[in-house]
DNA sequence: CAATCCTGTAACTATAATAGTTACAACAGG
DNA sequence: CCTGTTGTAACTATTATAGTTACAGGATTG
């Protein structure tokens, strides 16, 4: 299991694009309902915004999305995060001199990026507002 | 990026398959192909076993595949090493009196499972032959 | 302008996963 | 009995992750 970032970018986002109240969504607040410390949030959503999903002003509450939740697919979030390319490590270095050795790191350079295109197919397939009406439900 | 055992796995696996000389094939030979130690070898090996992939004999050099190579598909090796069954760690416990937050764990569990299904289809399609096949080219 | 609340960010800490290593018991075969 | 092997437990080093403290600086209000 990678990580929680992307969990909770998605979480934040969410209640960016939800909360209508913009003195109320402060850092505090959204870590809050993430469950976290408001440290946390705000360095995620520096990178949100270094990836230009959303815009801050400095000193006060509030966020705005940049792009529309119907146009914002999840592989977008998880580019934005910066998550990695590979879904499993290849061990460093195995010996030349071996006929396995030699081959493997392509031959599973090649399974494991068949293996990540078919993840990408589908974090490509739903958007923000897909989940943001799973929440509704 | 989960780890390099899959890697190792899977190395580890087609040495066996394709080493005829099994007095050869001993832990220390594999690592020394894997670039590890070992420990780490006979550790993985364990594993596989306890997986009914192969046998061995305490004290002797040598491993059997218990299934043709044409039979064993990745996903099986996959749940061999017990690899994890999500991509992606979901926070805990957020808040529950936020409408974000008290759904936001469903939802993502029904997300993350359309993408790890997608992933178990590509690992399932693909067969530790197809490894040997793409090995010896 | 002073007080307060906020963002942005650096730096440090705690925890856990991963892999590497040492050590040794037990087995096999000459 | 000696050597080489497997099987495992236990320890260590390294790294990733997330949580935390601290503080500089912008914004707002009385």
């Given at each position: 299991?990678?990580?929680?970032?992307?969990?909770?970018?998605?979480?934040?986002?969410?209640?960016?694009?939800?909360t209508?109240?913009?003195?109320?969504?402060?850092?505090?607040?959204i870590?809050?309902?993430?469950?976290?410390?408001?440290?946390?949030?705000?360095?995620?959503?520096?990178?949100?915004?270094?990836?230009?999903l959303?815009?801050?002003?400095?000193?006060?509450?509030?966020?705005?999305?940049?792009?529309?939740?119907?146009?914002?697919?999840?592989?977008?979030?998880?580019?934005?995060?910066?998550?990695?390319?590979?879904?499993?490590?290849?061990?460093?270095?195995?010996n030349?001199?071996?006929?396995?050795g030699?081959?493997?790191q392509?031959?599973?350079?090649?399974?494991?990026?068949?293996?990540?295109?078919?993840?990408?197919?589908?974090?490509?397939?739903?958007?923000?507002?897909d989940?943001?009406?799973?929440?509704?439900?």
């Amino acid at each position: 299991m990678v990580n929680s970032r992307f969990s909770v970018a998605i979480h934040i986002l969410s209640l960016i694009a939800t909360t209508s109240d913009k003195s109320q969504l402060t850092s505090e607040y959204i870590a809050g309902s993430v469950n976290t410390n408001p440290v946390v949030v705000r360095r995620m959503i520096g990178v949100l915004k270094k990836a230009g999903l959303l815009t801050s002003q400095s000193g006060i509450a509030g966020y705005d999305l940049l792009v529309e939740p119907k146009d914002l697919t999840l592989l977008a979030i998880y580019h934005a995060i910066d998550g990695p390319e590979q879904l499993f490590a290849i061990h460093d270095e195995p010996n030349p001199a071996c006929s396995v050795g030699q081959k493997i790191q392509r031959t599973l350079e090649g399974v494991y990026t068949s293996v990540w295109h078919a993840m990408e197919e589908q974090l490509q397939a739903q958007t923000l507002q897909d989940v943001l009406d799973q929440l509704r439900k």
